[in-house]
């Protein structure tokens, strides 16, 4: 559907141009220019409309309306109807060229502009003898004017499907005209194919053309415009009798607006090549290069420009949302990328773009999570999830599935208290075959194997999934003890993550995964610059998990180091802040990296002195908090693993009756994993 122009506004000019060229007798003025204007002037001021509605078969601009307009109107010209010079100037455009002609006449049927008047009248173009000037700010001047305008703005994807509709819609007077045009052949619709001798077989008509009425739709007649003007007058008759819209007037309202009548412009391709780029960055790298298409937020600059001038609210919230998570992908301010959010909600709320919440909450659940706001994370994740994901992608609901099933199995803090033993069940059943699975396993590393497997053979053109499951992957390895494949997987990952410029949030999870294999492996001093930069990166783009994950990465190097007090210190003063992103297994690295720093003060004082007895129970205390921590998550390794320090710790104390109980608590654990597999 175009935005103003089509075949009947053609029509409608060219009986113009009749008046203007002083065809229409004094007799036939009133009725022509009665007819023109009814089409120009806002629906509900025709003076010719009954009073319970307009008749619909009215609204657009057909020729069987302009015939039965013209046809009982004798011209200037003897012997001729308005209605037979009406088709002469209609069938005078017979080719794409004379329509491109037809328009840029439309200016000499004006007067010319005050300013043009007044510099060197005597040079000015007079015009075709006989013609009378229209008046630029009269309604058929106004008409010709926007007629004239809207026509250069169009594509000439646009413009050729303008003259195939023409094409369609004068269709019913070909046997008229040809009546009284004996040189008239078959092909009279365009000289081009006329004149030419060699198409005696139809083929170049067909390859021009094809089937006009597959590529015309029914609506070619039809514009946005029309469609406003429709609804206006419904609203007006609404407000002021309180009436509602007859059936009749909503049936004609589906048909012109149905998506398979839209001719998609430029900001659909627009917005389909910038979701196209998002997914497959890689496919558009050369052509970035080439400075073709433009950076990604001149792309959206462009987007949001073109969608608020033709009110497209529901591409201008997505617009918005986009830029949004660039700028979060790139680490750059997070208010600016809270400020787009706000205009989006503004819109979505303003302009009742009810497809677009879901979208918005989903945003909003990914940056209070990088925020580290777990609370605010999943409100609105669940608030996508039961409000929002009817209007949503698949894609989309699967990511909020997932996400609301990562923070309930990593704990949330006291979310599992409100939402209950049995909400927290069917959260991790929405789990099972996605991205976050393997995670989870704990030590069933076989079982993780199996679903690693199965994700890898699953065709991911996400690119956030596929490096997803490429530290999946490399978790497992590590769990294997496998670190020198890890660390070469892991080199691999981020050089493709660097080249591809993947989201900044998923290259600093990878930095501080390769500062934790060094660590692993025995050698944590080789990932002090990785783990120091990634901290660094992840306080400019305010990422506080990650942040607070990379200070204790490089505690436990300054741990390996002997500077005990130092990783301490810091520990202590990450840790509350850290707690409130309600995620267990940070937690439980952190406690579990100051007890390693405390047990080292310990280890530095004095035997039998007070203050060691001190730091040695303050290292229990660690130690029983991690204990906790990994218990909310399952993490077998963790647990065992802090039962073992706690055992050692109660050694070193003399109390052989606790560090028994906690060698047989670690055996227990063991013996219900292994029963479980």
């Known amino acids: 559907m175009s935005r103003y122009l089509t075949p009947g506004r053609i029509a409608l000019l060219a009986l113009i141009t009749l008046y203007s060229d002083g065809l229409v007798p004094s007799s036939a003025t009133v009725p022509v220019l009665s007819f023109t204007i009814s089409y120009l002037l806002p629906v509900h001021s025709r003076s010719d409309q009954r009073e319970d509605d307009i008749p619909l078969d009215d609204f657009p601009i057909t020729i069987e309306k302009l015939q039965e307009a013209t046809i009982l109107h004798i011209s200037a010209i003897p012997g001729r109807t308005v209605w037979d010079l009406l088709l002469n100037n209609m069938w005078a455009i017979n080719s794409l060229d004379a329509l491109h002609a037809f328009f840029d006449a439309l200016p000499s049927l004006l007067e010319k502009p005050i300013e043009e008047s007044l510099i060197e009248p005597d040079e000015l173009d007079p015009g075709p003898q006989g013609r ?3 008046s630029r700010n009269s309604p058929l001047g106004a008409f010709v004017r926007r007629s004239q305008l809207e026509f250069t703005r169009l594509q000439f994807h646009d413009g050729n499907s303008l003259w195939k509709s023409f094409i369609v819609y004068r269709d019913p ?34 390859l021009v053309y094809g089937d006009l009425s597959d590529n015309i739709t029914k609506n070619s007649n039809n514009s946005t415009d029309d469609m406003e003007k429709l609804l206006d007058y419904q609203v007006t008759r609404m407000q002021q009798i309180g009436v509602r819209i007859p059936h009749a007037v909503q049936s004609q309202l589906r048909r012109m607006a149905k998506p398979g009548s839209v001719v998609p412009d430029v900001l659909y391709y627009m917005h389909w090549l910038n979701q196209f780029g998002r997914t497959h960055p890689g496919e558009l790298t050369a052509i970035q290069k080439k400075g073709i298409l433009g950076s990604e ?26 830029e949004a998570k660039i700028v979060l992908s790139n680490g750059e301010s997070v208010s600016q990328a809270f400020e787009s959010i706000v205009k989006a909600s503004y819109i979505n709320i303003t302009k009742d773009t009810v497809q677009s919440y879901g979208s918005q909450w989903l945003m909003q659940s990914s940056i209070f999570d990088r925020l580290g706001v777990g609370c605010q994370a999943w409100i609105h994740s669940e608030l996508f999830l039961h409000c929002g994901s009817q209007n949503s992608a698949a894609e989309d609901v699967m990511q909020s599935q997932c996400r609301s099933a990562h923070m309930v199995k990593s704990g949330a803090g006291g979310l599992l208290i409100v939402t209950g033993a049995n909400e927290s069940s069917s959260l991790l059943e929405r789990v099972v075959s996605t991205k976050h699975s393997v995670e989870w396993m704990s030590d069933e590393l076989n079982a993780g194997e199996q679903v690693l497997t199965q994700l890898r053979a699953a065709p991911a053109d996400d690119q956030e999934l596929q490096h997803r499951v490429s530290l999946i992957e490399i978790e497992l390895k590590m769990r294997r003890g496998d670190y020198s494949s890890s660390l070469s997987l892991l080199e691999n ?44 990166l992840a306080y400019k783009a305010r990422i506080l998990p990650v942040l607070w994950e990379a200070v204790g990465a490089v505690c436990k190097i300054l741990v390996s180091v002997k500077e005990f007090d130092a990783a301490v210190k810091l520990l202590e003063s990450v840790l509350p802040q850290a707690l409130e992103c309600e995620d267990c297994e940070l937690a439980a ?27 040695l129970n303050k290292t229990s205390e660690s130690l029983d908090r991690a204990f906790d921590e990994y218990s909310r998550i399952e993490d077998i390794r963790g647990q065992c693993e802090t039962l073992a320090k706690r055992a050692t710790i109660m050694h070193l104390n003399g109390d052989s009756v606790l560090a028994n109980d906690c060698a047989a608590k670690y055996l227990d654990i063991k013996r219900a994993a292994r029963a479980q597999s």
């Open 297 to 322: 937020k001149e792309a959206l600059s462009f987007l949001m420009a073109k969608a608020k001038e033709s009110n497209m609210w529901a591409l201008l919230s997505g617009t918005l949302l986009s």
């Open 493 to 536: 990952t981020l050089s493709v993550m660097n080249r591809q410029k993947a989201d900044i949030l998923q290259r600093l999870r990878a930095m501080v995964l390769k500062a934790r294999i060094y660590d692993k492996a025995g050698i944590p001093q080789k990932g002090f610059s990785v783990a120091l930069r990634a901290a660094s």
């Open 132 to 134: 009378m000037l229209l």
């Open 173 to 206: 007077t070909s046997a008229s005209w040809k009546r009284r045009n004996a040189a008239a052949g078959l092909n009279s619709f365009d000289s081009n194919l006329q004149h030419d001798r060699t198409n005696a077989d139809g083929a170049l008509l067909g």
């Open 589 to 615: 690295f952190l406690y579990s990296s100051l007890a390693d720093g405390l047990m080292g003060l310990a280890g530095q004082a004095q035997t039998g002195t007070l203050q060691r007895k001190e730091w």
